[in-house]
């Protein structure tokens, strides 16, 4: 089991920033990537970004030069820096960890809001 607790979303203006960190307990020797995902109001869930256990980022195309994930050397906390923050960003986000051996077994945090106004 691995448990993810996330903070600090919150209200900015268009052109500010963010940073989201989401803190890993548990079974954290399970986890192989570390990610974002998000959903915005009547769409569904996006992924964002996700990092491997060797720090090679992953981002979708809409974010890139505009957010960066980092993984902390214990492996145990993912953040993501988000500048430039636009209304389209506005979403629920939520941390994602994987620790599937065959293939992906997700654990998912409760979710941060990010509200971007123009």
């Known amino acids: 089991q691995v448990q993810l607790v996330e903070s600090g979303g919150g209200s900015v203006q268009s052109g500010g920033f963010l940073r989201l960190s989401c803190v890993a307990s548990?079974?954290?020797?399970?986890?192989?990537?570390m990610g974002w995902y998000r959903q915005a109001p009547g769409k569904t869930r996006e992924l964002v970004a996700f990092?491997?256990?060797?720090?090679?980022?992953i981002y979708v195309d809409s974010v890139k030069g505009r957010f960066t994930i980092s993984r902390d050397n214990a492996k145990t906390t993912v953040t993501l820096q988000m500048n430039d923050l636009k209304p389209e960003d506005t979403a629920v986000y939520y941390c994602?960890?994987?620790?599937?051996?065959?293939?992906?077994?997700?654990?998912w945090g409760q979710g941060t809001l990010v509200t971007v106004s123009s």
């Open positions: 990092i491997n256990r060797a720090g090679s980022p």
């Open positions: 548990g079974d954290i020797d399970r986890i192989k990537t």
């Open positions: 994602n960890v994987d620790t599937g051996l065959d293939g992906p077994y997700y654990y």
